[in-house]
């Protein structure tokens, strides 16, 4: 507990008896009513005392040359501070009513007539040193209390704070179960499908058509499941900062056509009406691949949620600074309580329009991620359910660029390259291989990382294919051992691996790969990528 001051007495007389007799008689009671006495020869000296302490009581002779009793009392009680400081009196005049008077209107609480009697001075005293005691010891209790006020304020806060917390914290947790469950469910769907389909592959009785059929399921399932992997890892990296834009001007008004197109091309729009309004000179500077991606995302959610019979209006436009892309339909609508977390990921719950139809919900939340990338904004409208919605994407707008003339393809080899194939998975090798040789490329194959090095030094290939994940040694340990022998260094390096962030995409490079593919690879995206490289090696 903090040290209390005692409390002081201030005794005011010009007269230094006077003065040592009233200070004797007080200092004999200080130590057992626990006070000090502070003395003053002058009015002016008493006013600098009251400056700088608090006083229990002023002891005040009246008269004294200069600024008298009555002087200094005023003086006294005009001062904020010192206002409500009681004030003896002290003379040796026995005063009159008109003295007492002015006593009282001056300050005074009472008087005290010399000769002093001991006894009426220590009771006068005592009473306003124990009311001083009981002041100072109010005004702890009440600090006390206020900072325990604040204490208990600053707690409440931090409950308050930290139970909000929590409730967030449940509700995303909530919100990953139910969408960790529609992942399974999503998974399970088309592995179901691709199960079954192979059993029937399988089976003695199935004829020429049905086995097409299910190579059909297989295939279209196969890239039903390649899509989710791609929106889920497309959604990290996006979150994460970590997708690199490959930035060149775009032309969004053929952009919309072509993704239109492939739509049309597909039958996806032929239950509706769609109204194509593709402004021209609608450039911007963004990667034409994410771009189309947005886009494509945005007509497939039009599509997705309006009934057949239905309108859509794909829209691009310039608007002042900005690049505008509308995509407007007749659909399904979106609810007021949704309408502010569409495009929200793992806070949707049960309520997302993704959802409701299947989807993983993540495909507004990448919409959004990629829009902010490009430096651009995105904006949901909808009445509520029933009444449609509108998309509206806006984009920095750029200076109309000069269209290249189409690039020229050089006539290429006769031959066609050898393809070193280093891949640990059974199943995997064996398909691609297989692939490989029906579309003529002369294949061998390795299950880890020495057997392939030693192949490609037995019989140098014109390209290999590597996976990362080897046993033994990994792909980039493969790598940069056939870039450090003359005899390997310029065979062309393919990196096929699951990994395809952005500091994936930097080690491959670093470690002397040509070509970074993303597992799983279209079999035209592998042979356009095997293509480039001309033969050139001895078979």
Request: one cysteine or more.
């Amino acid at each position: 507990m903090p040290k209390i001051d005692k409390p002081k007495i201030l005794v005011v007389n010009d007269d230094a008896a006077s003065l040592l007799a009233l200070t004797s008689l007080l200092d004999q009671w200080a130590e057992q009513s626990n006070y000090e006495v502070v003395t003053a020869r002058s009015g002016q000296e008493a006013l600098r005392q009251v400056l700088l302490h608090d006083f229990a009581v002023i002891l005040l002779d009246v008269n004294m040359p200069g600024m008298d009793g009555f002087e200094t009392a005023e003086t006294i009680h005009q001062r904020p501070r010192s206002s409500d400081i009681p004030i003896i009196f002290v003379t040796a005049f026995v005063a009159d009513e008109i003295d007492r008077l002015k006593a009282y209107q001056k300050g005074a609480v009472d008087f005290l007539f010399t000769p002093v009697i001991p006894q009426i001075l220590q009771a006068k005293v005592q009473v306003f040193v124990t009311l001083a005691t009981k002041n100072v010891e109010l005004k702890r209790q009440a600090a006390k209390l206020s900072q325990r006020t604040t204490e208990l304020m600053t707690t409440n806060k931090r409950l308050v704070r930290e139970m909000e917390e929590r409730r967030n914290a449940e509700r995303k947790s909530h919100a990953k179960d139910e969408f960790l469950a529609m992942l399974g469910h999503e998974l399970r769907n088309p592995l179901s499908a691709i199960t079954s389909a192979a059993s029937l592959i399988g089976l003695p009785g199935a004829n020429t058509e049905t086995v097409a059929r299910a190579r059909s399921i297989i295939q279209r399932q196969s890239q039903h499941l390649s899509h989710i992997v791609d929106d889920l890892l497309d959604l990290s990296r996006a979150m994460s900062g970590k997708i690199l834009l490959n930035r060149q001007p775009v032309e969004m008004s053929q952009l919309l056509r072509g993704c239109y197109d492939t739509f049309r091309a597909t039958g996806r729009t032929l239950d509706y009406t769609v109204e194509l309004d593709a402004n021209p000179d609608c450039w911007v500077e963004g990667d034409a691949t994410r771009l189309e991606q947005i886009t494509s995302n945005l007509i497939d959610n039009a599509l997705k949620y309006t009934p057949p019979g239905g309108r859509i209006e794909l829209v691009t436009r310039v608007d002042g600074e900005d690049t505008v892309l509308t995509v407007r339909d007749t659909g399904v609508g979106i609810g007021p309580d949704l309408l502010p977390h569409v495009f929200d990921v793992f806070v949707q719950g049960t309520s997302s329009i993704d959802r409701a139809q299947g989807g993983l919900g993540i495909g507004l939340a990448l919409v959004r991620r990629l829009v902010e990338l490009h430096g651009g904004t995105v904006s949901a409208m909808s009445d509520g359910s029933g009444a449609g919605s509108t998309f509206m994407i806006r984009l920095p707008r750029v200076a109309a660029q000069e269209k290249a003339a189409p690039e020229q393809k050089a006539a290429g080899e006769s031959g066609k390259p050898s393809v070193l194939l280093i891949e640990d998975n059974d199943d995997g090798r064996e398909m691609m291989a297989m692939m490989l040789s029906t579309h003529g490329f002369a294949v061998r194959h390795a299950a880890d990382g020495v057997q392939g090095v030693d192949l490609a030094a037995a019989s140098v290939p014109d390209v290999a294919l590597v996976d990362i994940g080897l046993p033994g040694i990994d792909g980039y340990e493969v790598a940069r051992r056939l870039r450090a022998s003359a005899l390997t260094q310029n065979i062309r390096l393919i990196a096929l691996t699951g990994y395809g962030q952005a500091e994936d995409h930097r080690r491959v490079m670093e470690a002397g790969f040509d070509v970074h593919l993303v597992k799983p690879v279209q079999m035209d995206a592998l042979i356009d990528a095997i293509s480039q490289f001309p033969a050139t090696t001895a078979k």
